[in-house]
């Protein structure tokens, strides 16, 4: 072995040391770039309604391609409102909705157990063709709500509001008592508004005669108006602890070899039983408005899903799976943004989200309640940033005198989301 050059090997050590320092200091000046390039966001659920609940470098990629298209609707009803009492008063909303890049609106065609056209469904079945409100009378108030939104290119969806619920003292209810459920204790009426003058009755769905109702009313308005669909709600059920009248009895005892419902509204097959009479009426109506017009879409704006369900029988989300349902705006009325958000982010939502169009409504307001504009822009900003189709805002009175802040929203039209092109990324 040769004699080790001890200068050289010195040199070497100085210049190795040299670069290990030089790397040293490299990283120590860069790493918290690099640790923060790499840590999401401390802020990613907050409170604030004003603050972004995803940090813009960790934002998920969306569901499918971006292209433009956003649900953009609203609620048009008559109660604590008075846009559809006029034909001069709708045609001017239309015009204010569409300056606002609005692009669908849901107008109630069925209130408080009368119809808000000229029905001779409704006429037959108990003897009023249309709501007694003189602001109604000698006017047809869904021709004009199509006529004036197809003008301006909306989607004109009427939107059949009360659903299987009725004024106790409708008109229908005197005609046909017998059609209402009860309670156990044999109690039928559920009384709502801050004075308590709304005293609401649900029509059984377990009845021919309340089913044949609900599917004349919808086949009458898909044939005979131009709509782009029709939509159900939250009140296109039930509540759970209703079901113990004699009809409904006897069916079940028919059923079940002569064993009485259970005595507790919750019991889990007795809820099941109950549900699966939503679920037929549900596919009667989807056969039938499918059958006269192929491409009119079936709206659904329900609660979210297991609220539907124990509170209302509503099984919406084996609907959508059965193909009755074509477009979903999931009623999520919440003021805290992280409830807001956690029912957002339910799997359930995520999975449909791939079959039919899927949206948040967004609550703007109650005549007892105001809603602050802050809190509904975080709403909406938080709806996107999840990748939802759009929203629907309840209710048209409640856009107030807030137009510039609306604008702010919708800065450009958008047309709505594309049922084809939500399918085809699904599959």
């Known amino acids: 072995m040769g004699k080790i050059n001890f200068g050289s090997w010195q040199i070497r050590l100085r210049l190795l040391v040299l670069t290990f320092l030089g790397l040293a200091i490299a990283l120590t000046i860069n790493f918290p770039f690099w640790v923060a390039a790499q840590t999401p966001s401390g802020n990613t659920a907050s409170n604030s309604i004003e603050q972004s609940t995803q940090s813009p470098t960790q934002a998920p990629p969306p569901i499918r391609p971006v292209n433009g298209n956003e649900l953009r609707g609203i609620w048009l009803t008559n109660v604590d409102s008075d846009v559809l009492l006029s034909k001069q008063g709708l045609h001017k ?8 890049n609005f692009n669908t609106l849901y107008p109630t065609v069925w209130n408080g157990g ?3 056209y000229p029905s001779q469904v409704a006429k037959n079945s108990f003897g009023v063709e249309i709501e007694p409100l003189p602001e109604l009378q000698s006017r ?4 004009e709500a199509i006529e004036f939104g197809h003008e301006q290119n909306f989607a004109v969806i009427p939107w059949f509001e009360y659903g299987l619920m009725t004024e106790e003292g409708s008109e229908l209810m005197r005609q046909h008592p017998e059609w209402a459920t009860r309670r156990r204790d044999g109690s039928q009426v559920f009384v709502h508004g801050e004075k308590e003058q709304h005293r609401l009755v649900w029509l059984n769905p377990t009845r021919p005669e309340v089913q044949k109702l609900l599917i004349d009313l919808i086949v009458e308005v898909v044939s005979k108006y131009d709509i782009d669909g029709i939509q159900l709600d939250d009140h296109f059920g039930m509540p759970a602890e209703l079901g113990y009248d004699d009809y409904t009895i006897a069916l079940y005892k028919k059923d079940h070899f002569g064993r009485l419902p259970p005595e507790d509204f919750k019991d889990p097959e007795w809820m099941s039983w109950r549900s699966r009479f939503l679920t037929t009426l549900m596919r009667k109506i989807s056969k039938a408005v499918r059958a006269i017009k192929p491409n009119c879409l079936i709206s659904l704006s329900p609660n979210p899903k297991d609220f539907s ?3 209302y029988l509503q099984d919406w989300y084996s609907w959508v799976y059965l193909g009755y349902v074509d477009e979903l705006i999931v009623q999520v009325y919440r003021d805290d943004i992280d409830n807001f958000k ?3 982010e339910r ?3 995520q999975e449909i989200r791939h079959k039919i169009p899927v949206a948040v409504g967004i609550l703007t307001g109650l005549r007892i309640q105001n809603v602050d504009m802050r809190q509904i822009k975080g709403q909406v900003k ?8 759009g929203f629907s805002f309840f209710f048209y009175e409640t856009l107030g005198n807030r137009d510039a802040s609306f604008e702010t929203l919708f800065l450009t039209p958008a047309p709505r989301p594309d049922l084809r092109n939500i399918a085809s990324v699904g599959s």
Request: net charge positive.
């Open 93 to 100: 909303a239309i015009k204010r909705l569409k300056r606002l």
């Open 114 to 116: 009368y119809t808000l």
């Open 140 to 143: 047809d108030m869904l021709a």
């Open 309 to 311: 369900y124990i509170k």
């Open 342 to 344: 956690r029912e957002l």
């Open 347 to 349: 799997p359930e939502l």
């Open 382 to 389: 938080l709806a996107r940033e999840l990748t939802l189709d």
